[in-house]
Antibody
Framework: EVQLVESGGGLVQPGGSLRLSCSASGFTFANYVMYWVRRAPGKGLQYVSALTGYGGTAYYADSVEGRFTISRDNSKNTLYLQMSSLRAEDTAVYYC???????????????WGQGTLVTLSS | QSALTQPPSVSGSPGQSVTISCTGTSSDVGRYNRVSWYQQPPGTAPKLIIYEVSNRPSGVPDRFSGSKSGNTASLTISGLQAEDEADYYCSSYTSSSTVVFGGGTKLTVL
């Protein structure tokens, strides 16, 4: 059974930093593109970042480019999101998400974690 | 990376059909057959219900169907059931090698 479990969320001040983790199980983690997707309170889903299976290429939404860094440790089946220079508009539930494609990325998401809440407040 | 355009809300009675539209541009929906739909009931994580415009993952009822014409994709839910009440999101791969979501549509089953 595929499981994605996020951790690391919490309350942080604007300008601060936070690192999210996602522990994956039930599939060959290194073979899949992984993503972070967020949902701000009262708003819709927003793509945040993606990372290819062996960590070669990272992609970011314009709104987080230069502030967030996605990475992975395939030996630990873990995905990370290092967030810095956090802003009020980064307040959201952050979901760890798995790409559906096994051979090549499909750019659709077949498994989602339950999410971890990041709250910006001074 | 502007969000795809969805109606904020739709509604229907049990047994009826509803269609949710998702309008993008020639750089996303119109260019690629990489349109997906997700269902998110309150307090839960999103669930993939349609991928590559019209394909259903295993376990998704055939009451859910997808299509695309030009820059607009559509999700149709036939034989509405109370359990279908949720937020629905479309997404598309883009020419910037990212994914863009729609703003979401709240489905109310009357």
């Amino acid at each position: 059974e595929v499981q994605l479990v996020e951790s690391g969320g919490g309350l942080v001040q604007p300008g601060g930093s936070l690192r999210l983790s996602c522990s994956a199980s039930g599939f060959t983690f290194a073979n899949y593109v992984m993503y972070w997707v967020r949902r701000a309170p009262g708003k819709g889903l927003q793509y945040v970042s993606a990372l290819t299976g062996y960590g070669g290429t990272a992609y970011y939404a314009d709104s987080v480019e230069g502030r967030f860094t996605i990475s992975r440790d395939n030996s630990k089946n873990t995905l990370y999101l290092q967030m810095s220079s956090l802003r009020a508009e980064d307040t959201a539930v952050y979901y760890c998400v798995k790409d559906r494609g096994a051979v090549a990325p499909s750019f659709d998401f077949d498994y989602w974690g339950q999410g971890t809440l990041v709250t910006l407040s001074s | 990376q502007s969000a795809l355009t969805q109606p904020p809300s739709v509604s229907g009675s049990p047994g009826q059909s509803v269609t949710i539209s998702c309008t993008g541009t020639s750089s996303d929906v119109g260019r690629y057959n990489r349109v997906s739909w997700y269902q998110q009931p309150p307090g839960t994580a999103p669930k993939l219900i349609i991928y590559e415009v019209s394909n259903r993952p295993s376990g998704v009822p055939d009451r859910f169907s997808g299509s695309k014409s030009g820059n607009t994709a559509s999700l149709t839910i036939s034989g509405l059931q109370a359990e279908d009440e949720a937020d629905y999101y479309c997404s598309s791969y883009t020419s910037s090698s990212t994914v863009v979501f729609g703003g979401g549509t709240k489905l109310t089953v009357l």
